[in-house]
T-cell receptor, first 109, second 113 residues
Framework: KQEVTQIPAALSVPEGENLVLNCSFTDSAIYNLQWFRQDPGKGLTSLLL?????REQTSGRLNASLDKSSGRSTLYIAASQPGDSATYLCAVTTSQLSFGAGTTVTVRA | NAGVTQTPKFQVLKTGQSMTLQCAQDMNHNSMYWYRQDPGMGLRLIYY???????DKGEVPNGYNVSRLNKREFSLRLESAAPSQTSVYFCASTIGAGSHEQYFGPGTRLTVT
């Protein structure tokens, strides 16, 4: 059974600092890894999708890397802003999508 | 293009009552999914439908039934609600099972008293 872990569970940083969010998974036979953002009381918004054959994906200030062999992904958010405050979830697809519990980020103005 | 829509947004049930959560997508996706989200546990898959006419159990199917009414719609039914089913329920869809991006609805917040 795929286990997905996100550490830390919560993170608070001052505005302008770079954010580093970690995700690890136990079964490396994945199709892809997806990073989502969830605002309080809202649904999930897809941020980045990395296929198993890729090493990284970038979108604006966001960059996600994937090391399938070690079962790790990292989401980098450059020059954080208060609007980046949210919970970030990673999910990996094997036969199904398996989610981590998320990292709740607070960016202090 | 509304994406994935869910109704209702909020619901309160008494133990033993039944209800159906509705989900629809307008992206011509083949696969649809129902998840529940509980504090500190991430999202867990309840049921999924890889294509129209098929449904399969996920990680936590007990107490739920589903119907893939057509390609657009996938409903989740609670026959006899229990307090343990208090959760936020999300529907999602993707073009096909496997390597494709999943798109999520806004969720239904269900409380069972």
């Amino acid at each position: 059974k795929q286990e997905v872990t996100q550490i830390p569970a919560a993170l608070s940083v001052p505005e302008g600092e770079n954010l580093v969010l970690n995700c690890s998974f136990t079964d490396s036979a994945i199709y892809n890894l997806q990073w989502f953002r969830q605002d309080p009381g809202k649904g999930l918004t897809s941020l980045l999708l990395i296929q198993s054959s890729q090493r990284e994906q970038t979108s604006g200030r966001l960059n996600a890397s994937l090391d399938k062999s070690s079962g790790r992904s990292t989401l980098y958010i450059a020059a954080s802003q208060p609007g980046d405050s949210a919970t970030y979830l990673c999910a990996v697809t094997t036969s199904q999508l398996s989610f981590g519990a998320g990292t709740t980020v607070t960016v202090r103005a | 293009n509304a994406g994935v829509t869910q109704t209702p947004k909020f619901q309160v049930l008494k133990t033993g009552q039944s209800m159906t959560l509705q989900c629809a997508q307008d992206m011509n996706h083949n696969s649809m999914y129902w998840y529940r989200q509980d504090p500190g546990m991430g999202l867990r898959l309840i049921y999924y439908s890889a294509s129209e006419g098929t449904t399969d159990k996920g990680e936590v199917p007990n107490g739920y039934n589903v119907s893939r009414l057509n390609k657009r719609e996938f409903s989740l039914r609670l026959e006899s609600a229990a307090p343990s089913q208090t959760s936020v329920y999300f529907c999602a869809s993707t073009i096909g099972a496997g390597s494709h991006e999943q798109y999520f609805g806004p969720g239904t917040r269900l409380t069972v008293t």
